[in-house]
């Protein structure tokens, strides 16, 4: 079916229906994996891409790493040819983590290539401002379309209620009203008011909210399973999901954790029927796609040997026919970083599986692939690729917002700067530094925020948890050095820091989220106002920390500052 102008929800409807009673069963398994997908060096198609898409019927993808944006368009169109070639031509979709930060985790997110940079989501919720995180969304979707990325695996809708959470960077921050507004922005401006043929369709995650983590560790990992409400807090983390469905998310994507002592079925959110047809499905009535997160079901190999094992938490003693069975009965269409249509195939000619509920998920994709204008024109143009993505204006637009999110935690009068001083830097290139502390007249000190590593495989070690606190030796060069010379020290806050030793002895303390040295320095020497104003808040020690319920927001003893400081300069 090839259009000129957008379709109306009754002819869209009429494209799915034809489209679907066309389809063999093959076919229509296939809509309902999720894959991953990587290019060859030069861009090529990797040699099995025409089995997977010709032989094995699947049609949506999700991108690793990418070259330039004009390398990217052309091995899409590629792809969209191959695709063509098929028995019934349905277009592939692709997806995407976040690109437009700093920071890559190849199981979250992945650094700008080409496209303009921003800071993290948290740094949305520093600056709190709905009209920038809508002109985000837009940009970003512009560069996302030009290359042909046509979902985006976020919004987080997450609430960063847990400290010691490794995913906080992706949230925009602890409070609930906050991040409502500012998820429905971002929605809308990846989506538009409605999802069309220029649209990003938004897939927010983590539903019901995957904040509340036992001990702060992440479900990526067994130890780390399990989801708590100490606080009696459940409803709260909802609250962000009520805004995202108001803004028209045309996705949702459960975690993996298990909700532990509440009455839905202690199994992880994708394979749990309470969540996703209880709540997602009849308490709120989405009809959407809603999209497992990455390896429930069969563990994959790393590239360092390790295994990513499946995080089927709740139901470690199921195989993996009855997984497939259990996810598909709580309701879900597809299936993240699972290829197994063979097997649900079959479980449907077993008759374990009716193909009526095959069919509602087949649905759902195909709707969104006309609603998207893939079914008009799939292609993309590299030349438009190249001129859209990191456009000098949308560059400038993320320079701006890098600058203006900085958060002024402490100040003794040092900010800012004058220019001119002598300069110790550490952490981050300044022309003309001194050599030594003992040669200047102030230290700019740049670090990360604190966290424990982890080795426990290359996953693991990507993933910032634990202790939020400096520790040893490093904490005693820091305080030695804010002894020497008057210290300005930059955190990148990923997540909350444990800092009180620092905050006294250094003569300023800016918190910032994701931003070049560039950015940096020109808060710190006063040449752009920082706006920020802190999106957690900063606990007093590791021993408050750990008396915090992980459910309730701003609720650490005596915190050392609490949601909302930040001073102006």
């Not at 191959?82 to 692709?94: E, H, S």
Request: contains cysteine; hydrophobic residues 40%; negative net charge.
């Amino acid at each position: 079916m090839r259009t000129s102008v957008p379709m109306s929800t009754a002819s869209i409807e009429e494209g799915v229906d034809e489209l679907l009673a066309r389809m063999t069963l093959e076919e229509k398994v296939g809509l309902m994996f999720h894959a991953p997908i990587f290019m060859n060096p030069d861009e090529t198609l990797l040699d099995d891409t025409e089995e997977r898409i010709a032989g094995r019927h699947l049609n949506h993808f999700n991108i690793y790493s990418a070259p330039g944006p004009r390398q990217h368009a052309e091995w899409h169109n590629r792809l969209q040819d191959l695709a063509k070639t098929t028995r019934l031509g349905i277009p592939v979709t692709i997806s995407s983590d976040p690109r437009h930060g700093f920071a890559e985790n190849v199981a979250a997110a992945w650094s700008s290539t080409g496209f303009s940079q921003w800071p993290e989501p948290i740094g949305f919720g520093a600056l709190g401002d709905v009209d920038t995180v809508r002109e985000f969304g837009d940009i970003a979707r512009r560069e996302y379309r030009a290359v042909g990325i046509h979902v985006a695996l976020h919004p987080m809708a997450d609430l960063a209620t847990e400290p010691r959470w490794a995913r906080i960077m992706h949230t925009f921050g602890e409070d609930g009203e906050l991040a409502a507004r500012l998820v429905a922005a971002y929605i809308r401006g990846f989506q538009g008011d409605e999802l069309g043929p220029q649209s990003v369709a938004c897939m927010t995650k983590h539903f019901p909210g995957g904040g509340p983590q036992l001990d702060g560790e992440d479900p990526h990992f067994a130890y780390g399973k399990d989801q708590v409400y100490p606080g009696g807090m459940f409803d709260y983390h909802m609250r962000v999901f009520e805004a995202a469905f108001a803004a028209g998310t045309a996705q949702i994507m459960p975690y993996y954790g298990r909700p532990v002592g509440t009455p839905l079925e202690e199994v992880g959110f994708g394979f749990n029927r309470d969540v996703v047809t209880g709540l997602l499905r009849e308490r709120y009535g989405f009809d959407g796609v809603v999209c497992t997160d990455w390896g429930l079901v069969t563990d994959a190999p790393l590239p360092d040997g390790s295994v990513f094992a499946a995080k089927c938490w709740g139901v470690e003693e199921l195989g993996v026919e009855e997984r497939l069975v259990k996810i598909v009965e709580a309701g879900c269409d597809q299936l993240g970083g699972e290829e197994l249509p063979e097997v649900l195939a079959e479980l449907v000619r077993a008759g374990r599986i009716a193909e009526e509920r095959i069919d509602a998920s087949a649905r759902r994709v195909l709707r969104d692939k006309f609603r998207l204008g893939l079914f008009d024109d799939p292609y993309v143009d590299p030349d438009d690729a190249e001129h859209t993505c990191g456009s000098p204006p949308f560059r400038a637009a993320g320079d701006r917002a890098q600058r203006r999110s900085a958060v002024v935690i402490s100040n003794d009068g040092v900010l800012p700067l004058r220019e001119g001083v002598r300069v110790y830097a550490d952490g981050l290139a300044f022309e003309g530094a001194a050599e030594s502390p003992d040669e200047a007249d102030v230290a700019i000190v740049r670090r990360n925020a604190p966290f424990e590593p982890r080795t426990n495989g290359m996953i693991e070690s990507l993933f910032h948890a634990g202790d939020l606190d400096f520790k040893e030796p490093e904490l005693s060069a820091l305080l030695e050095l804010a002894r020497t010379v008057p210290t300005v020290l930059v955190l990148h806050l990923e997540r909350p820091s444990v800092i009180p030793e620092l905050v006294e002895a250094c003569a300023a303390v800016v918190a910032v989220f994701s931003a070049s040295d560039d950015a940096v320095l020109d808060v710190l020497f006063g040449r752009t106002k920082p706006e920020g104003r802190l999106p957690f808040e900063l606990p007093s020690s590791m021993d408050a920390v750990r008396a915090q319920l992980p459910d309730v927001p701003g609720d650490s003893p005596d915190p050392l500052f609490r949601f909302g400081h930040g001073l102006d300069i």
